[in-house]
């Protein structure tokens, strides 16, 4: 084809004469190929072309044009960085090359499409795109509609699989390095996130666990890769019926054994090997005998043994957890272990010649084969015999012959890599074994990770395998490729031509034909003595001619095979032992025999399989597959099979697999040999390019029609081409594009029309675009030449009318400047004038100034002189004045000093007086109370020392006093008888002894007198002691108030002055951490309803499984928060507030009560420990007191008669008040019990438990304090009491034994109680006035005394026998109650040592499950008497509607004489008023009712029904149901009907999912009964708004704070699911409607598109910007109609506005083709029409707008200038709301449309990412479009009554009666 001297074959090479400015690719030995510029016109017959190149250097470049080495056309540059190569009009190498360049270089894209290949460049660099957000991106798309990526390849073969229910494969390839298997992985994870198993297995989580294993025993480091798969390895993911991931199967390939006895330099043996070694120090492995791996011969032969930023130790830990994963047991594990190690020490063995050289031995000694056997658990001895010999087995007899030194090290490598191959093929049928599964597998999708092809300078047999799978791939791709073609061309109705391509099958039968390589060496290993050298002779003999083979000149052991991708020379040395793989069967003998069973296991017959296809058995049976060619048949059967038969027949199997599947193709290539990230070595990437397959893909297409356009976008694209006449005549486009080519393109063969597609040649696309461009340009001319027109006319007016302007202004100017002149001549002479008269002034007013200052200072003077004399005169009155009052004040103050003594003389006085009186009130213990309330305590503790102190005072004072009356007495009579002796012998020796007797007697009792007066003064002392001590804790507590009052004031100033500066922050912090606490909870909310639908259909699967009929309900008085519970439930009859308290803690949930519980059983446990401990006191004092009766009896006598009675009414007056104050305490604890539990029910979520455990401790503290003093009261006061008793018993004992018969007269009779008390206050008067004993004794008073106390025993004696029986009986009733209590504290100390052997999860569950006992038997007495009274009110229900009954059909009948109406109706119009008239906003129903009631108002009730009536309806009607059962107090009933109300709501959301109108309407009625609940709940900050009507409304018994929460739970999850609803319905509208609608008409241009057409190309998938406004208007009018509340309608439409951003921003960040000017109008322009609805809605105010403020910015950064820095600077200030990312994203998707237009370039992204390195981005390039804000339900009162409410009768709730 001609065009303007340009023509283009399909070689993409031009002819004939060519233009100036022509650019073209020619070759050049570093870049492969390097643009230039023709800047000479050819002609034809030059023989040179004249080149510019991009550096401008000018270079001569021969062409030799009758060998057509023209040099290639390049692609215009609108063409460049396209996502697929395809898509280019010149497709051959240089712009295949240059493309991947410049996609990989500038714009950092590893992913471009060529067709169905998908071409990943290794960045080696970790890239954030392989996040779960971008999987969720990818996930649903079209493998078009997004950029190039390893997902998009994924997701197509998952929806393929799904939509034509055929298995697919994933084939990946590329050499060593280039990441395969990262994309391997990659692919995998994206099948497990996609199609995650239904069940619980996690079958996904094995499958990507078998990669660490499967890395760590197959992977290894090598010169090209860190992480080199040293195996191919292909894994089939099962699916079931619903696409879910079912199981997993793994076939391998070729596994390298030869790398485990042999690395190259700079090279590692398997990973796991160096993990083993950095692991042997744990504690498991010293068995092992490890050490570092550079001790090891197997591991040390690379030389460096570690990696760069890699952890053998952690990768070796991540091993074992797989492992574990996977399901391989411990034992399994360490005899895994123990094998490696064991090859480790294989190797290490050290083998000593003999002399002959023939033989050689091993130690004994020899440690490394000592743990070679320990480890395999072989024999030592016959290890290391078969180790040095090998048996040869002739026809007669058998030969045992020893081997030299290297054909052992030859049998022990083998030996070694046997052994390894053996453990390897274990575990990767293990591998399978975990991810097998019982289930029917549907389908399935498999990933090839497998070798590419290879070429070193000395390859091998494991390099002419690898070569001969790729030849076997490569043609099955050629096959794929070209069948792919074909039915593109038939399904559009084209002529279809036989292409031409090039087959690799004369190739391939040289490998595997009859003869071929792969028999000739399965020939020559079966000769005995088969050389190398033999069998490359064999091989020049045979194939010498063909085309495919060839023989170097140089050698004679090698030979060259000519693959598709290049010529490969092998070297034969090892193809024979390699083929062969012997390994002695003496030492596999010796291995079947180890005493481990795993070990014996891997040599068995059964499992001696090479590196084939294991479990390929269970995968056979399930797949049905058929080959697309006959396989060749192999030439000889083995008995044997080798290594080369056996891997020709797994790829066989293999290729079957794939040919019964639908592949798709991942090629993978290394950018550079130094691994430097985004480094493009063009060598490098051309050379795999072409090993690939991907140019040969180019060649295919090219060789037909490879570019390919629909009409509709070749309509939108070219129709600045087409005539107007074409346009108006013509409505159908395909007839306007057929005419508008025929007349542009000539040759018809150029192009092809088919059915919806037009199919171009190559180049022609690039030809049309010419044509547009030059279209573009005549009209940019001419639109320029018009302008210029224009402006230069434009610039004559302003010339000419600013000429005019100028005159104008010069000559007003003149004569402005005239007038000046007059004006300032005028000013002039008046300036002179004025200022003549001025200087004139001032001369005067000098003269005059200075005369005024000269009489100032001298009148001035004379006057200070005489204020001088003056101040004098007054200074000396003012000594004088002084003075004398100085005198004055003396005398005064002496005379009030005299009278100021004489008063302080006379105060003290006075106070000494009051200061006595004050001590001995002091000695009270009410006054100390009274001083200090809150050291009552303590002054008690004190008082009762002090009173202690005081009798044993008193019992000195009586010793004393009775000691000294004796020893008066007895000096009396002895100085009678000392005078009667003095009388009678007047003896002088018997008077010394007596006056000596005398003496000591004396000295006796000044001793005494001494001892009394040290206990008086100790008493004293102590008693100032005491009261000092009392005073300074008065004053101490005194200065901490005063302190603490300070300290208060301090803080409060200090909080008012901080206050106003931290009010606005924490108001801030705290909004913030409640939005955060919201959004956490409505996560819980939101995930609490996850699992409860999941609960519900596993519950659905679990009843299909087992075809029950039905399900076990629970009883009707239970709520199903109650069955939700883990813990007993309580029977809904039992009553009492203890058990409601128990029941919210049931409901709340234990967790929170925990603690409070704990302190509670511990209180429990305290008292009765305290009881326990004061019975045990009171025991053990009885038995001392009855052991001590009789001697106290006697020698306490008369002390203790003068203080009975009064100690015997003081205590019975003291134990009365502690009796009332144990009552007290018991009350106390019975309250503190039930606010444990009604803390545990108030403390919400927000509360904080803390508080409660403090106020718990305080009040636990007080009360022990408390009780320990009240515990000593009772002890003291309880002897006191037996101690008065038994004296009285003990006196009438001993009056009776010595005969004293004295009767008391007034025992038997009745003594007056007034009588009693006067004598009780005479005796205490006594005892007040008798403090010293020793002075009444003195004066013998003592006597008197106790006959006084005496009488009045005798009046108290009668009133103290009635008290003591009294007592007595209330002591034995107390004894029987203290022994049932303690059987009971018996059983509850077993129950709670039992309970302390729980954990504390159930001693909590116990200690609650004892106290719920305890407390029903408490309560059954109650339950009694409560169904008693139930009973009698439903007798009483009855008969009064019996009554109410009786009374309507009497009103009925009075009104049915009217004759006017029918007689239904006039009765029901009667009722209606009067009900009307009485109806108080509640309604009646009987419990029976109750589920026709949820049916007719929930479950079957249509929005349509009541969307005529008051909004939200159904729940004021509920509202009112609710008021009733809490008018009559029937807690059972509330409970029940909102539980059923809940529940009845939650089925039917389950049931419509899907159903917006439905879903809006619970959400408005559920948001509506929760505002009632509030409003009506009684608290005042919910009543600010309501009416007094609305007032009496409120509900009066039960407090549903509770119940409010659920609600509010549930508001929550109906928001979540109606936000899903809505997603689900415009997320398929968004990306077409916001990004692709051409809303402003011939703005956007299509640009040339390639093989991967986007599927809303054509018309019937798309969607309007005018589609997502009527579906929003929808949405708004059904949430408005149903009168949800305003507030939430905002916040629905700020969520869906984010998902509306989030998703168009995501599409738009992984789609190069929509990043461009236009669409950035686009964009703007659709944006700004959802923002004029959300005005015209009034919902700017909702924060929608604002959600969309990233996708503004994108939208206005694609229209922005990007050239210099001042841009770059503008884009980095506006683009605040985008990430760095994602402003560096599109601007390197940013893609020109039109040629007019400029890319992006490197350096200025550099710069932007300059400017943004400040920022601290999150690095998630993509949004997270499933983000939901937390939503708020915000009061809002009703302004409607409940009595103005009208039913209707549609809803057949006839069964309920208004009130």
Request: hydrophobic content about 35%.
């Amino acid at each position: 084809m001609e065009r303007e001297g340009v023509c283009a074959d399909r070689e993409f090479r031009f002819k004939g004469p060519c233009p100036k400015y022509t650019r073209v690719w020619i070759p050049d030995p570093e870049e492969v190929w390097k643009s230039a510029e023709i800047i000479k016109d050819y002609k034809d017959g030059d023989r040179t072309l004249h080149l510019k190149l991009e550096d401008d250097t000018v270079l001569e470049y021969p062409i030799n044009p009758e060998a057509n080495e023209l040099p290639f056309l390049r692609n215009p540059d609108i063409l460049v960085g396209e996502n697929d190569l395809t898509a280019l009009s010149y497709l051959h190498e240089p712009a295949v090359l240059h493309n991947l360049k410049v996609r990989f270089l500038e714009s950092n894209h590893i992913y471009t499409y060529c067709g169905i290949v998908l071409v990943a460049i290794n960045p080696y660099e970790q890239l954030p795109i392989y996040g779960q957000d971008v999987i969720y991106a990818y996930s649903g798309q079209n493998m078009g509609d997004m950029d190039p990526h390893i997902f998009a390849v994924a997701e197509e073969a998952y929806k393929q699989m799904a939509r034509d229910e055929k298995n697919q494969s994933i084939i990946v390839s590329g050499e060593s390095g280039a990441g395969k298997t990262v994309s391997a992985k990659y692919a995998m994870r994206f099948f497990a996130s996609v199609g995650g198993s239904s069940s619980e297995t996690n079958i996904e989580e094995k499958v990507l666990a078998s990669s660490p294993i499967m890395e760590s025993i197959g992977n290894a480091k090598t010169t090209r890769n860190d992480n080199s798969s040293r195996f191919g390895k292909y894994i089939q993911i099962g699916f079931d019926k619903r696409y879910h991931i079912i199981g997993a199967n793994m076939r391998t390939y070729l596994l390298e054994k030869s790398r485990v006895v042999f690395q190259a330099e700079d090279e590692r043996n398997y990973h796991i090997f160096y993990q083993l070694c950095a692991s042997a120090g744990l504690p498991e492995f010293k068995d092992l005998a490890l050490s570092s791996a550079e001790d090891f011969f197997y591991t040390a032969q690379g030389g460096d043994t570690s990696i760069d930023g890699v952890d053998d130790a952690s990768d070796f830990e991540k091993t074992r957890q797989a492992f574990t994963l996977l399901g391989v047991k411990e034992s399994h594990q360490m005899t895994i272990f123990k094998i490696l190690a064991a090859i480790l020490h294989l190797g290490n063995l050290d083998f000593q010649p003999e002399r002959d050289g023939e033989s050689c031995t091993i130690s004994k000694q020899d440690e490394h084969l000592h743990n070679f056997c320990r480890l395999l658990g072989v024999e030592h001895s016959q290890m290391e015999h078969w180790l040095c010999h090998r048996k040869l087995v002739t026809t007669s007899e058998t030969y045992i012959k020893p081997m030299s030194v290297q054909q052992v090290v030859n049998a022990r490598n083998a030996l070694a890599k046997h052994i390894y191959a053996q453990l390897f093929n274990w575990i990767v049928q293990h591998v399978n074994k975990a991810l097998y599964t019982t289930a029917k597998q549907h389908s399935f999708i498999g990933v090839l990770d497998i070798y590419g092809f290879e070429t070193f300078e000395v390859n091998s047999f494991e390099q002419f395998c690898i070569n001969y799978a790729n030849e076997k791939l490569q043609q099955q791709f050629n096959l794929h490729v070209f069948k792919l073609e074909q039915e593109e061309y038939m399904k559009e109705q084209i002529p279809w031509t036989l292409i031409d391509f090039y087959d690799n099958q004369p190739c391939i039968d040289l490998i595997e034909a009859k003869l071929g390589i792969f028999d000739l060496l399965d020939e020559e290993c079966k000769v005995p003595k088969g050389t190398d050298e033999n069998w490359a002779q064999k091989l020049y003999d045979r194939h010498g001619s063909s085309q495919h083979f060839q023989k170097p000149r140089m050698s004679n052991t090698s030979f060259i095979v000519v693959h598709f991708a290049d010529k490969v020379e092998y070297q034969c040395e090892g193809f024979l032992e390699k083929n062969r793989d012997t390994v002695y069967e003496e030492q596999i003998n010796i291995l079947k025999a180890s005493k481990y069973p795993m070990v014996a296991d891997l040599f068995h017959d059964g499992k001696d399989t090479k590196a084939g296809a294991p479990g390929m058995k269970g995968v056979s049976s399930k797949v049905n597959i058929r080959s697309a060619r006959p396989t060749v048949k192999a030439a000889n059967k083995e008995h044997k099979k080798t290594v080369g038969h056996q891997f020709r027949n797994s790829l066989h199997l293999l290729m079957e697999t794939l040919n019964a599947t639908t592949p798709h193709y991942v090629r993978c290539i290394k950018p550079n040999d130094e691994k430097l990230p985004f480094s493009f070595d063009p060598k490098r990437a051309v050379q795999q390019l072409r090993a690939c397959g991907v140019l040969e893909t180019i060649r295919i297409s090219a060789a037909g029609y490879p570019s390919r356009w629909t009409y509709h976008d070749f309509f939108n694209r070219y129709r600045v081409l087409m005539k107007k006449s074409d346009l108006s005549k013509k409505a159908d486009k395909k007839a306007i594009c057929k005419t508008v080519l025929e007349n542009l393109i000539k040759d018809p063969d150029k192009f092809q029309f088919g059915r919806t597609k037009i199919f171009f040649r190559a180049g022609q696309v690039a030809y049309l675009e010419k044509l547009r461009a030059d279209k573009f340009r005549s009209a940019t001319i001419m639109i320029q030449k018009t302008v210029r027109g224009w402006l230069q006319k434009l610039k004559y007016r302003r010339t000419r009318e600013a000429a005019i302007r100028i005159q104008r202004h010069t000559r007003g100017h003149l004569a402005r400047r005239l007038a000046d002149r007059l004006r300032k001549t005028k000013a002039a002479i008046v300036f002179q004038k004025q200022y003549r008269m001025l200087r004139i002034r001032r001369a005067y007013q000098m003269i005059r100034g200075a005369t005024v200052t000269i009489q100032a200072f001298t009148r001035g003077m004379f006057v200070r002189k005489t204020f001088r004399k003056v101040l004098a005169e007054h200074k000396a009155t003012v000594i004088q004045k002084n003075a004398r009052a100085w005198l004055a004040r003396k005398h005064f103050l002496r005379f009030r000093c005299a009278a100021v003594v004489i008063q302080c003389y006379f105060r003290r006085m006075k106070a000494r007086q009051e200061l006595k009186a004050l001590k001995i009130e002091a000695r009270s213990a009410e006054h100390l109370k009274r001083l200090n309330v809150g050291m009552e305590n303590k002054v008690v503790q004190l008082q009762r020392k002090i009173d202690e102190q005081q009798k044993e005072y008193k019992l000195l004072n009586e010793q004393l006093s009775t000691n000294s009356s004796a020893y008066s007495s007895e000096l009396e009579k002895l100085k009678k008888e000392l005078e009667r002796h003095r009388r009678k012998s007047g003896d002088g020796n018997q008077i010394t002894s007596l006056q000596e007797e005398i003496d000591s007697l004396r000295l006796a009792l000044e001793e005494a007198h001494g001892e009394r007066k040290i206990v008086e003064d100790t008493y004293v002392k102590e008693k100032d002691i005491l009261r000092k001590r009392i005073s300074d804790l008065e004053e101490e507590n005194v200065l901490l108030k005063e302190e603490k009052e300070a300290l208060n004031s301090k803080i409060l100033r200090q909080s008012e002055d901080e206050f106003a500066q931290n009010a606005a922050e924490e108001n801030a912090l705290m909004k913030k951490e409640l939005e955060e606490e919201r959004f956490r909870y409505q996560n819980l909310v939101k995930e609490y309803s996850r699992l409860e639908q999941r609960y519900d259909n596993l519950r659905d699967e679990m009843t299909v499984v087992k075809q029950t009929p039905g399900h076990r309900r629970n009883p009707s008085n239970q709520s199903s928060l109650e069955s939700d519970s883990n813990y007993p439930s309580i029977s809904t009859s039992e009553v009492g507030d203890t058990e409601d308290a128990i029941q919210q803690v049931e409901e709340i949930g234990l967790e929170k009560a925990a603690m409070d519980m704990t302190l509670f059983l511990k209180l429990q446990k305290r008292v009765r420990e305290l009881e326990q401990e004061r019975r045990k006191l009171q025991s053990q004092l009885e038995k001392k007191e009855n052991e001590n009766k009789k001697s106290q009896v006697i020698e306490m006598k008369n002390e203790m008669d003068l203080d009975r009675d009064t100690d015997l009414a003081y205590n019975s007056l003291k134990r009365q008040e502690l009796e009332s104050e144990n009552k007290k305490l018991k009350n106390d604890l019975n309250e503190l019990r039930k606010a444990i539990v009604d803390r545990v029910a108030q403390n919400n979520s927000s509360h904080d438990i803390q508080d409660s455990y403090g106020l718990l401790l305080n009040q636990l503290k007080s009360a022990n304090e408390e009780l320990e003093v009240r515990k000593e009261e009772v002890l003291i006061l309880r002897t006191q009491i037996i101690k008065a008793a038994q004296q009285k018993d003990t006196g009438r004992n001993m009056e009776s034994n010595v005969n004293m018969q004295t009767n008391w007269p007034n025992s038997d009779k009745h003594v007056d109680p007034e009588d009693a008390i006067e004598a009780y206050h005479g005796v205490c008067q006594t005892n007040r006035k008798t403090e010293d004993w020793g002075y009444l004794n003195e004066d013998g008073e003592l006597g008197l005394a106790y006959q006084g106390l005496k009488q009045v025993a005798r009046l108290l004696e009668a009133q103290l026998q009635d008290q003591q029986r009294e007592h007595e009986e209330e002591v034995e009733a107390l004894k029987d109650q203290i022994e049932a209590l303690r059987e009971e504290m018996a059983k509850q100390q077993d129950i709670f040592y039992q309970t302390l052997q729980l954990s504390p999860e159930a001693q909590v569950e116990f200690g609650i499950q004892q106290e719920i006992t305890r407390l029903t038997n408490e309560n059954l007495d109650l339950k009694e008497l409560l169904e008693k009274l139930e009973k009698n009110e439903r007798k009483l229900k009855k008969q009064l509607k019996i009554y109410m009954k009786k009374v309507q059909d009497y009103e009925a009948n009075q009104v049915s004489v009217r004759p006017e109406k029918p007689e239904h109706e006039l009765t029901r119009q009667v009722a209606v008023q009067r009900k009307e008239k009485e109806f108080q906003g509640m309604l009646e129903y009987y419990k029976e009712d109750e589920p026709l009631l949820i049916r007719n108002l929930i479950a079957e009730l249509k929005p349509q029904a009541v969307s005529a009536t008051v909004p939200c309806l159904p729940a004021y009607i509920l509202y009112m149901c609710i008021r009733h059962a809490d008018y009559i107090n029937d807690d059972h009933k509330v409970h029940s009907l909102l539980t059923s109300t809940i529940n009845g709501i939650k089925k039917v959301l389950k049931k419509h999912n899907d159903d917006f109108e439905m879903t809006s309407f619970w959400l408005s009625n559920a948001c509506r009964l929760l505002h009632c609940l509030k409003q009506y709940s009684g608290d005042t900050g919910f009543m600010t708004q309501n009416t007094p009507k609305q007032n009496e409304h409120c509900l009066t018994n039960f407090d549903l704070t509770e119940y409010r929460q659920v609600l509010s739970d549930l508001s929550i999850q109906i928001y979540q699911q109606l936000i899903k609803i809505a997603e689900g319905v415009l997320q398929p509208m968004i990306v077409t409607a916001v990004l692709e609608n051409e809303s402003i008409q011939g703005l956007s241009g299509v640009k040339p598109m390639g093989y991967r057409k986007r599927s809303s190309s054509t018309e019937e998938n798309t969607f309007s910007l005018e589609a997502i406004v009527r579906q929003l208007n929808a949405f708004h009018g059904i949430m408005c109609d149903q009168g949800l509340d305003p507030e939430i309608i905002q916040q629905v439409f700020k969520q869906l506005f984010y998902m509306i951003n989030a998703v168009a921003l995501n599409n738009l960040l992984l789609r190069k083709d929509v990043c461009s000017w236009s669409t950035g109008m686009q964009l703007r322009f659709n944006i700004s029409q959802l923002e004029e609805w959300l005005r015209g809605k009034n919902l700017l105010q909702s924060g929608a707008a604002e959600t969309m403020e990233p996708l503004i910015q994108a939208a206005q950064l694609l229209q922005l200038k990007k050239k210099t820095s001042e841009d770059a600077e503008a884009i980095c200030s506006l683009c605040t709301s985008l990430t760095t990312q994602q402003i560096v994203k599109i601007l390197n998707l940013y893609t020109p449309v039109n040629e007019f237009e400029e890319r992006v370039t490197v350096g200025f992204i550099r710069n932007i990412q300059a400017h943004l390195q400040e920022r601290n981005d999150p690095p998630q390039l993509l949004l997270d479009f499933k983000y939901m804000f937390p939503v708020l339900f915000p009061f809002s009162p009703s302004s409607l009554t409940m009595d103005s409410i009208h039913i209707p009768a549609s809803l057949n709730l006839e069964f309920l009666n208004k009130v």
